[in-house]
């Protein structure tokens, strides 16, 4: 059974800064692209950053400079690091695991955790 499991999310100032942690399980983690999405209310879920099995990373335009996705292949764990954070940013972050095999793609996503940013 495929798990994803996000943690970190909360309550900050603007300007502060926030670790968000997503970790897999019944994956095989390292080939698959690792995504964070967010979705604030009343708007539809929006890409925030991607990182892909080699390690090369997408980001949206508007967190580009402020926040950093990373992952570690021995924990099966994705990591978000939000710098900067500003109210615009208060969101539902669900992590996303995306595989394509050669005849199939699976894409498999978290509960979310909310982050609220203060202004």
């Known amino acids: 059974q495929v798990q994803l499991v996000e943690s970190g999310g909360g309550l900050v100032q603007a300007g502060g800064s926030l670790r968000l942690s997503c970790a897999a399980s019944?994956?095989?983690?390292?080939?698959?692209?690792m995504g964070w999405y967010r979705q604030a209310p009343g708007k539809q879920r929006e890409l925030v950053a991607t990182i892909a099995s080699g390690g090369s990373t997408n980001y949206a335009d508007s967190v580009k400079g402020r926040f950093t996705i990373s992952r570690d292949n021995a924990k099966n764990t994705v990591y978000l690091q939000m710098n900067s954070l500003k109210a615009e940013d208060t969101a539902v972050y669900y992590c996303?695991?995306?595989?394509?095999?050669?005849?199939?793609?699976?894409?498999?996503w978290g509960q979310g955790t909310q982050v609220t940013v203060s202004s």
């Open positions: 019944g994956i095989i983690f390292s080939m698959c692209t």
């Open positions: 996303n695991a995306d595989r394509w095999t050669l005849v199939q793609r699976y894409i498999y």
